[in-house]
């Protein structure tokens, strides 16, 4: 090789090396540019649940207090201690039957999660533990406790077909809100406590409120775990 040819071979090798040399680092300013932008989107996906998750901490802890009030009021039924007095000191804003022939609903916020779910933001959550107890928490606990749910309230809808198939002349007088006719609550309490078929859908719907109630105190122990874990993060 002469003197010339090897002139211009290192030369343009240099050249070579440089442009690739520039091209790897460009990559690698973009790559690390993307991974600080998805590092910001994770810590913003984070916040956002938590956000979620401390604004319904009121609300799951109030709807567990009543799930536990509605299940003590078919409790004391099934054992011959519920009184007149108990019903008519139920809270004034909602039926005092309510216990026997329905159920309360139960939902805490979610609109955050199902968003990251719709647009597949969740994936960027690296940790397979934060991920599993994310779904554990507003998928697998939360349908179980809508399914006990679901029963309980089926199973109140028979109790409330019971009535209107047995006892028509007491249903149609309203009884779901006329709770100011004291003869009216009177005859609806002797039915309850003394019909064995009625006690039978009770003791029905009370094995529903019972798995529910249970179901939502892991959901609620799941719920703290995942709070903890989301602020360490």
Do not use: C
Not at 42 to 60: C, F, G, H, T
Not at 67 to 92: A, G, H, Q, T
Request: no cysteine.
């Amino acid at each position: 090789m002469n003197k010339k040819v090897k002139k211009y071979f290192i030369k343009y090798t240099l050249e070579f090396f440089v442009i690739v040399l520039g091209i790897s680092f460009s990559f690698f300013v973009q790559n690390v540019r993307q991974e600080k932008e998805i590092d910001s989107k994770r810590e913003l996906i984070m916040k956002n649940l938590l956000d979620e998750l401390e604004s319904s901490q009121n609300y799951v802890i109030e709807r567990k207090s009543e799930f536990e009030r509605e299940m003590n009021y078919v409790n004391k039924l099934l054992n011959d201690s519920l009184s007149i007095k108990m019903i008519k000191e139920y809270p004034n804003n909602k039926s005092p039957l309510n216990p026997f022939f329905s159920a309360l609903r139960f939902n805490p916020s979610s609109s955050i999660y199902n968003s990251l779910v719709s647009d597949g933001s969740l994936n960027l959550i690296k940790s397979s533990s934060l991920k599993a107890l994310i779904d554990e928490v507003y998928k697998s606990n939360f349908n179980y406790i809508q399914y006990f749910i679901k029963s309980e309230y089926d199973t109140g809808q028979e109790a409330e077909q019971f009535f209107i198939n047995n006892h028509a002349d007491v249903y149609v007088n309203n009884f779901w809100f006329n709770i100011s006719d004291d003869k009216l609550i009177n005859d609806v309490y002797q039915i309850m406590k003394s019909d064995i078929h009625f006690k039978a859908l009770m003791v029905k719907k009370i094995s529903f409120m019972e798995a529910k109630n249970g179901t939502v105190n892991y959901y609620s122990k799941k719920r703290d775990s995942l709070i903890t874990l989301l602020k360490k993060n």
